[in-house]
């Protein structure tokens, strides 16, 4: 099975901070990689999707992939509140299945 | 609106029971799957299906059947092979093999044993 393994939470992170995520993978041969952000009893949400390495920016959200170093990162700026939830790391191989992290628990401190 | 439908929300399992979960999809998507999510867990693959009548194998198949006998049906049972069946289970969909995958989830089912 391809390991995906995410920095263990929980993340604690005032408000108006950075939040940093970070996620390492074993297969090399990975195409695509995924954030999903996940609330307590609900489904996960897609936020980013990254597939060159460098950055890509949405809004608050910056995903970083560096393919050489099978590393790839979600920064949160100006964490809110409504971003605290478990947020899941998830990439996608040569055979088009995800493998998916465990999760970091990100909480934002008013 | 378009999306993927779970039933039941909540389901409760006797002792050597089969139990069956429902997921529909009106998306027009080729690609089903089942996955499960334990506690402090990531998502685990039990079943997926890229075609009408045909499905593969996850990681955590054993104990677990699927159909797909329709595109926006994919039922999973939970027999009582499956020892442990205690979890979150989503269901997903997506418009099929590629180089990107991205999942649209169900609303889940949590399974619990009686």
């Known amino acids: 099975q391809k390991e995906v393994e995410q920095n263990s939470g929980p993340l604690s992170v005032p408000e108006g901070a950075i939040a940093s995520l970070n996620c390492t993978y074993s297969d090399r041969g990975s195409q695509s990689f995924f954030w999903y952000r996940q609330y307590s009893g609900k489904s996960p949400e897609l936020i980013m999707f990254i597939y060159s390495n460098g950055d890509k920016e949405d809004g608050r959200f910056t995903a970083q992939l560096n393919k050489a170093s099978q590393y790839v990162s979600l920064l949160i700026r100006d964490s809110q509140p409504s971003d605290s939830a478990t947020y899941l790391c998830a990439v996608c191989s040569n055979d088009y299945k995800l493998s998916f992290g465990a999760g970091t628990t990100v909480t934002v401190r008013a | 609106d378009g999306g993927i439908t779970q039933s039941p929300k909540y389901l409760f399992r006797k002792e050597g029971q089969n139990v069956t979960l429902s997921c529909e999809q009106n998306l027009n998507h080729d690609a089903m799957y089942w996955y499960r999510q334990d506690p402090g867990q990531g998502l685990r693959l039990i079943y997926y299906s890229q075609i009408v009548n045909d499905f593969q194998k996850g990681d955590i198949a054993e104990g677990y059947s699927v159909s797909r006998e329709k595109k926006e049906s994919f039922p999973l049972t939970v027999t009582s092979a499956q020892k442990n069946p205690t979890a979150f289970y989503l269901c997903?969909?997506?418009?099929?093999?590629?180089?990107?995958?991205?999942?649209?989830f169900g609303s889940g089912t949590q399974l619990s044993v009686l």
């Open positions: 997903a969909s997506s418009t099929g093999q590629g180089a990107v995958e991205k999942l649209f």
